[in-house]
Nanobody, 115 residues
Framework: QVQLVESGGGLVQAGGSLRLSCAAS????????MGWYRQAPGKQRELVAG???????NYADSLKGRFTVSRDNAKNTVYLQMNSLKVEDTAVYYC?????????WGQGTQVIVSS
């Protein structure tokens, strides 16, 4: 059974940085895609960033330059480095993996950016 455990969320002041981590367990072969979505209060869940097993990345246009997604294939872990955080980045951040044709989700980690 695939399980995702996220960590690294919290409260930060605007302009600060946070690094989220998401470790996948129950994995016996390569994860095709790993990444992050987020959902702000009253808004739909939106893509933040994704990364393939070969290292190709995609980002939400509005986040390019501030957020960086990376992964450690040996640890089945995906990271999200968030810099120059803005109040509007406040959201619950969910990691996901696309593994053997199925998308799995983490439980979400709260990020609150204060002004």
């Amino acid at each position: 059974q695939v399980q995702l455990v996220e960590s690294g969320g919290g409260l930060v002041q605007a302009g600060g940085s946070l690094r989220l981590s998401c470790a996948a367990s129950g994995i016996i072969s390569t994860i095709k895609v790993m990444g992050w979505y987020r959902q702000a209060p009253g808004k739909q869940r939106e893509l933040v960033a994704g990364i393939t097993s070969s290292g190709s990345t995609n980002y939400a246009d509005s986040l390019k330059g501030r957020f960086t997604v990376s992964r450690d294939n040996a640890k089945n872990t995906v990271y999200l480095q968030m810099n120059s955080l803005k109040v509007e980045d406040t959201a619950v951040y969910y990691c996901y993996v696309l593994y053997l044709g199925t998308t799995y989700w983490g439980q979400g980690t709260q990020v609150i950016v204060s002004s």
